[in-house]
């Protein structure tokens, strides 16, 4: 008996009288508490089997799971796996037994308010439903598709009490699709309004296949549908056979029962579903993440940037292909050292498709995500999905086709093209650059589970189109940066190894008294010039000589000291490499200045013409580094970054204009500005025409005026191709020298070559081309006979048809070619074998007798024939001679020229010759 308690007018009451009177008036309670009392109280009424249904008691609950709802943690739970995953409790039937029917209402509801798996919280939902309307079985559709096109999935079906959720759960495949209107769960779903069928078979809804197939009689179902809270269907729930009745029939109670739990529920699944998309939107932010860090990682190519945007994209969309096209102008435009388009683009001015072309395109599909196909002009000339692109690059807006077949704006009819690809439905958007101008479009076709693109899918597409334009213009800004870069790397390597005149050097030059070149005997007017027995210095004073027969420092007020200078430094930035080196240059301008006065070609140039071509030649290999440009693009040297074509050449010329710009180097500085234009115009011209690359097309050109007896190259395109031509007979012309001097040459441009050749094998692992291999040495004449018949007798027979006094040079290259070809015909096994030919006398056709061979030619050369700068020898007592050159400076003579070739060493001068 409990303590008696007293009222107010002090008369004891009986607790068990109160707990009688409460019991037979449950609701009584219920109505004081609402009246009078505190939050405190509630608070501290703790009941064993349930908890109040108090909305301030509960209010805490629903918190934590709002709060659980956005932390990290619980994201983690549910993207990480089943490692940090809670146990899935399930209550018993053991669990209830105790509660009273309110009590076991509100335990089942608490049992899925929490839960945000939706696979989970919906075998909950049937197994919950089966304790409280104890039905044998039932399976929950959830409500899936657009608007117009609605249906229902259902990967829990007949799932009973006793269901363990991963033996019932079926994948997306394998889930049972309904459309709304069909079946009883379609009709309960369209209608919005529960179905009770006593008995199932007399029901032509029912579909009695099923109870075929698995053996199980159906006999009463109750369907019912789960609505929001603003009355939309967002799934069905159907009950089967009653478990306690003989007629398995569910009553009007169990009808409330149902109905009043399935609020519950659609509060649940609201909540799961928003948690689930929630979850989605987390994943898909992670992979645009994902996307941006690759999209800014990648700069290097333009190819491996898109293919993996595409990828990307189709991970997320699922869709079948995609593609991106690019625009012509946009791919054409130059970009300037900011990474900024120049400003004459037509890029964002279109108004009509035919002012659209794309240039570049790019299709990759998932069943072979690792070829990204690169699309010729001709496909995209011939693909449809481009000019449908050509409007959304005008129109700059998103176009969602759901159905190729039913839009009349492309033709109702889908898109094949010559792979037999049909394009069904697509989703196309544009691609800005940084200043909102289109440069192209993206496009995503065919979503592999054949419905068509949502909403959802274009703002994703938006989203990719966005890190396409910034991954494009970052490529731009990279390749900008790398451009300067490169030009940074190469000068401060330049600069490195380079370094201006030598005091010394420079002062012996100022001072020297040069005199004309017919006062001393070097035969700097002769097509037989050799330097052999010229020392560097004389190299420099026969230089100087050379601009003076111009005229340049009379004639153009060129200061003495510059002129001097510039040619130390000329010469001193040349690398000591094996062929391509001062010595050739100075070669070259030496042929240039004899075609000049003995090839009576001067009558076609104006002298600053003349100036200008003497400087090209001279710096026309400046830095070379004794490999070509096939080499320089191998080991993708800062050069070939810097430079897309004719490597070496713009190299050679920024450098001839690096030196021209250091201080007290400019030649050209008294000049006005109109010629200094004319000066650097034909610098470059000339230099950058000694890529042999070139050559061929300008040789057809030249062979072309020749053939038709021009003779005007006094101006205009006619006078380039003539001076372009003449870069290349003086950059070429040792093959037209005496024998010992060619065959001396051609030993010293096969030794650099072979040099190339041992580091491409020994460096870069591969085989080099025949004449750069040092195993196929043996081959020398062969290949020599080659580069004449290909290079070097077709330019000089058309020099000799423009002018009679060429002649001499063409001659020279037939007499060569026959040495060559007598020695590929004894054959050249050892260097050896070509001395002992020489020294018997068997090669009767050579131009002039070579001195006498000793034991090897390097391997190739007469070792007295070596230059001092190779190998050191003692000169011959010809070489000995000298010819005054002033009171203070002595010039070596060079070997005495042959009587029959006189007529080329005087100073034609005299003759008539455009001498301004």
């Given at each position: 008996?409990?303590?008696?308690?007293?009222?107010?007018?002090?008369?004891?009451?009986?607790?068990?009288?109160?707990?009688?009177?409460?019991?037979?008036?449950?609701?009584?309670?219920?109505?004081?508490?609402?009246?009078?009392?505190?939050?405190?109280?509630?608070?501290?009424?703790?009941?064993?089997?349930?908890?109040?249904?108090?909305?301030?008691?509960?209010?805490?609950?629903?918190?934590?799971?709002?709060?659980?709802?956005?932390?990290?943690?619980?994201?983690?739970?549910?993207?990480?796996?089943?490692?940090?995953?809670?146990?899935?409790?399930?209550?018993?039937?053991?669990?209830?037994?105790?509660?009273?029917?309110?009590?076991?209402?509100?335990?089942?509801?608490?049992?899925?308010?929490?839960?945000?798996?939706?696979?989970?919280?919906?075998?909950?939902?049937?197994?919950?439903?089966?304790?409280?309307?104890?039905?044998?079985?039932?399976?929950?559709?959830?409500?899936?598709?657009?608007?117009?096109n609605k249906f229902l999935v259902s990967k829990l079906f007949d799932v009973t009490k006793f269901s363990v959720l991963e033996d019932c759960l079926h994948d997306e495949e394998k889930a049972i699709k309904v459309p709304y209107g069909r079946g009883i769960a379609g009709h309960v779903a369209q209608s919005k309004q529960f179905i009770n069928i006593p008995e199932a078979y007399d029901d032509p809804r029912f579909n009695q296949d099923v109870d075929k197939k698995t053996g199980y009689r159906t006999h009463s179902i109750l369907c019912m549908p789960i609505l929001t809270a603003d009355g939309d269907v967002i799934g069905v729930?159907?009950?089967?056979?009653?478990?306690?009745?003989?007629?398995?029939?569910?009553?009007?109670?169990?009808?409330?029962?149902?109905?009043?739990?399935?609020?519950?529920?659609?509060?649940?699944?609201?909540?799961?579903?928003?948690?689930?998309?929630?979850?989605?939107?987390?994943?898909?932010?992670?992979?645009?993440?994902?996307?941006?860090?690759?999209?800014?990682?990648?700069?290097?190519?333009?190819?491996?940037?898109?293919?993996?945007?595409?990828?990307?994209?189709?991970?997320?969309?699922?869709?079948?292909?995609?593609?991106?096209?690019?625009?012509?102008?946009?791919?054409?435009?130059?970009?300037?050292?900011?990474?900024?388009?120049?400003?004459?683009?037509?890029?964002?001015?279109?108004?009509?498709?035919?002012?659209?072309?794309?240039?570049?395109?790019?299709?990759?599909?998932?069943?072979?995500?690792?070829?990204?196909?690169?699309?010729?002009?001709?496909?995209?000339?011939?693909?449809?999905?481009?000019?449908?692109?050509?409007?959304?690059?005008?129109?700059?807006?998103?176009?969602?086709?759901?159905?190729?077949?039913?839009?009349?704006?492309?033709?109702?009819?889908?898109?094949?093209?010559?792979?037999?690809?049909?394009?069904?439905?697509?989703?196309?958007?544009?691609?800005?650059?940084?200043?909102?101008?289109?440069?192209?479009?993206?496009?995503?076709?065919?979503?592999?589970?054949?419905?068509?693109?949502?909403?959802?899918?274009?703002?994703?597409?938006?989203?990719?189109?966005?890190?396409?334009?910034?991954?494009?213009?970052?490529?731009?800004?990279?390749?900008?940066?790398?451009?300067?870069?490169?030009?940074?790397?190469?000068?401060?390597?330049?600069?490195?190894?380079?370094?201006?005149?030598?005091?010394?050097?420079?002062?012996?030059?100022?001072?020297?008294?040069?005199?004309?070149?017919?006062?001393?005997?070097?035969?700097?007017?002769?097509?037989?010039?050799?330097?052999?027995?010229?020392?560097?210095?004389?190299?420099?004073?026969?230089?100087?000589?050379?601009?003076?027969?111009?005229?340049?420092?009379?004639?153009?007020?060129?200061?003495?000291?510059?002129?001097?200078?510039?040619?130390?430094?000329?010469?001193?930035?040349?690398?000591?490499?094996?062929?391509?080196?001062?010595?050739?240059?100075?070669?070259?301008?030496?042929?240039?200045?004899?075609?000049?006065?003995?090839?009576?070609?001067?009558?076609?140039?104006?002298?600053?013409?003349?100036?200008?071509?003497?400087?090209?030649?001279?710096?026309?290999?400046?830095?070379?580094?004794?490999?070509?440009?096939?080499?320089?693009?191998?080991?993708?040297?800062?050069?070939?970054?810097?430079?897309?074509?004719?490597?070496?050449?713009?190299?050679?010329?920024?450098?001839?204009?690096?030196?021209?710009?250091?201080?007290?180097?400019?030649?050209?500085?008294?000049?006005?500005?109109?010629?200094?234009?004319?000066?650097?115009?034909?610098?470059?011209?000339?230099?950058?025409?000694?890529?042999?690359?070139?050559?061929?097309?300008?040789?057809?050109?030249?062979?072309?005026?020749?053939?038709?007896?021009?003779?005007?190259?006094?101006?205009?395109?006619?006078?380039?191709?003539?001076?372009?031509?003449?870069?290349?007979?003086?950059?070429?012309?040792?093959?037209?020298?005496?024998?010992?001097?060619?065959?001396?040459?051609?030993?010293?441009?096969?030794?650099?070559?072979?040099?190339?050749?041992?580091?491409?094998?020994?460096?870069?692992?591969?085989?080099?081309?025949?004449?750069?291999?040092?195993?196929?040495?043996?081959e020398l004449p062969k290949m020599q006979i080659g580069f004449i018949d290909a290079i070097c007798t077709p330019v000089y027979d058309l020099f000799s048809q423009l002018s009679p006094k060429m002649k001499h040079l063409y001659n020279g290259v037939i007499d060569n070619r026959a040495n060559w070809n007598r020695l590929a015909e004894i054959g050249m096994d050892r260097v050896d074998d070509l001395s002992d030919e020489i020294n018997e006398g068997k090669m009767g056709n050579l131009r002039s007798t070579p001195q006498k061979v000793t034991s090897k030619l390097s391997e190739g050369l007469p070792s007295q024939n070596l230059?001092?700068?190779?190998?050191?020898?003692?000169?011959?007592?010809?070489?000995?001679?000298?010819?005054?050159?002033?009171?203070?400076?002595?010039?070596?003579?060079?070997?005495?020229?042959?009587?029959?070739?006189?007529?080329?060493?005087?100073?034609?001068?005299?003759?008539?010759?455009?001498?301004?």
């Amino acid at each position: 008996m409990a303590d008696k308690a007293k009222q107010p007018h002090g008369k004891e009451i009986d607790p068990d009288v109160v707990e009688t009177f409460l019991e037979t008036n449950p609701t009584y309670i219920e109505k004081w508490l609402k009246l009078h009392a505190t939050d405190a109280l509630i608070t501290k009424i703790k009941p064993v089997t349930s908890k109040p249904i108090h909305s301030k008691i509960e209010a805490p609950k629903f918190m934590n799971v709002a709060k659980n709802v956005v932390t990290n943690k619980l994201l983690k739970t549910y993207l990480e796996g089943s490692e940090t995953k809670k146990e899935i409790k399930v209550m018993e039937t053991s669990d209830l037994k105790n509660m009273r029917e309110e009590e076991v209402f509100m335990q089942l509801v608490r049992d899925i308010a929490s839960e945000l798996n939706v696979d989970v919280l919906c075998h909950k939902i049937l197994r919950n439903v089966s304790l409280l309307t104890k039905s044998d079985r039932g399976s929950l559709f959830l409500s899936r598709g657009t608007t117009d096109n609605k249906f229902l999935v259902s990967k829990l079906f007949d799932v009973t009490k006793f269901s363990v959720l991963e033996d019932c759960l079926h994948d997306e495949e394998k889930a049972i699709k309904v459309p709304y209107g069909r079946g009883i769960a379609g009709h309960v779903a369209q209608s919005k309004q529960f179905i009770n069928i006593p008995e199932a078979y007399d029901d032509p809804r029912f579909n009695q296949d099923v109870d075929k197939k698995t053996g199980y009689r159906t006999h009463s179902i109750l369907c019912m549908p789960i609505l929001t809270a603003d009355g939309d269907v967002i799934g069905v729930a159907q009950i089967i056979n009653k478990r306690d009745s003989d007629d398995h029939a569910f009553s009007t109670e169990d009808i409330k029962i149902f109905e009043k739990y399935l609020i519950f529920c659609g509060i649940g699944i609201t909540n799961a579903q928003l948690f689930e998309m929630s979850v989605k939107e987390y994943q898909r932010n992670q992979l645009l993440l994902t996307l941006a860090r690759g999209v800014f990682e990648e700069q290097h190519s333009l190819e491996r940037l898109c293919q993996k945007i595409m990828t990307e994209a189709q991970s997320i969309v699922n869709c079948e292909r995609c593609s991106i096209y690019l625009l012509k102008d946009f791919c054409e435009a130059k970009i300037d050292d900011n990474g900024e388009t120049s400003k004459d683009t037509k890029l964002g001015t279109y108004t009509t498709p035919n002012e659209v072309v794309f240039s570049k395109a790019f299709d990759l599909f998932y069943t072979d995500p690792g070829n990204l196909m690169i699309l010729s002009k001709a496909d995209i000339d011939k693909s449809k999905n481009a000019d449908l692109g050509k409007g959304v690059a005008i129109n700059k807006k998103l176009v969602n086709v759901i159905d190729l077949e039913m839009d009349s704006r492309y033709g109702k009819a889908y898109f094949v093209d010559e792979s037999g690809f049909k394009t069904k439905s697509l989703v196309c958007m544009p691609i800005v650059d940084n200043k909102c101008r289109v440069i192209g479009v993206t496009q995503l076709i065919n979503k592999r589970n054949q419905q068509s693109f949502s909403e959802n899918d274009e703002n994703i597409m938006e989203a990719f189109s966005i890190f396409t334009g910034l991954g494009i213009h970052n490529c731009q800004m990279y390749e900008s940066v790398s451009r300067l870069m490169a030009k940074q790397r190469v000068a401060l390597e330049v600069l490195s190894y380079h370094a201006m005149a030598p005091a010394e050097e420079l002062k012996m030059l100022t001072n020297a008294e040069i005199k004309g070149p017919e006062c001393y005997d070097v035969g700097l007017y002769s097509f037989d010039f050799d330097d052999y027995f010229m020392s560097d210095d004389e190299t420099l004073f026969a230089t100087i000589c050379m601009f003076n027969e111009i005229g340049v420092v009379e004639k153009f007020n060129v200061n003495y000291e510059v002129l001097c200078r510039w040619t130390c430094s000329v010469k001193k930035n040349y690398r000591n490499v094996t062929y391509h080196n001062w010595r050739h240059a100075f070669n070259v301008a030496q042929t240039m200045f004899t075609i000049f006065f003995s090839g009576g070609l001067c009558e076609y140039l104006q002298d600053l013409e003349m100036f200008a071509l003497i400087a090209a030649c001279l710096c026309h290999d400046l830095d070379h580094r004794g490999t070509n440009n096939t080499f320089q693009v191998k080991v993708d040297s800062p050069l070939a970054a810097l430079y897309s074509t004719s490597v070496m050449e713009h190299h050679h010329f920024d450098h001839c204009i690096m030196i021209l710009n250091s201080e007290g180097n400019n030649i050209f500085d008294s000049l006005s500005a109109e010629n200094y234009r004319l000066v650097i115009k034909t610098l470059e011209h000339a230099i950058i025409s000694t890529d042999l690359a070139l050559y061929f097309g300008k040789r057809g050109n030249f062979k072309a005026l020749i053939e038709k007896g021009e003779k005007n190259f006094h101006t205009g395109p006619n006078k380039e191709i003539l001076k372009a031509m003449m870069m290349t007979a003086c950059d070429v012309a040792a093959i037209c020298k005496p024998w010992e001097i060619q065959f001396r040459t051609a030993d010293l441009v096969s030794a650099e070559f072979f040099e190339q050749g041992d580091v491409e094998k020994e460096e870069l692992g591969e085989m080099p081309i025949a004449m750069m291999d040092r195993d196929k040495k043996s081959e020398l004449p062969k290949m020599q006979i080659g580069f004449i018949d290909a290079i070097c007798t077709p330019v000089y027979d058309l020099f000799s048809q423009l002018s009679p006094k060429m002649k001499h040079l063409y001659n020279g290259v037939i007499d060569n070619r026959a040495n060559w070809n007598r020695l590929a015909e004894i054959g050249m096994d050892r260097v050896d074998d070509l001395s002992d030919e020489i020294n018997e006398g068997k090669m009767g056709n050579l131009r002039s007798t070579p001195q006498k061979v000793t034991s090897k030619l390097s391997e190739g050369l007469p070792s007295q024939n070596l230059p001092p700068r190779l190998k050191p020898a003692a000169p011959s007592k010809k070489a000995n001679q000298t010819a005054t050159v002033s009171h203070t400076t002595k010039v070596k003579g060079a070997q005495q020229q042959s009587n029959n070739n006189a007529q080329t060493n005087h100073n034609p001068k005299s003759k008539s010759c455009n001498i301004i």
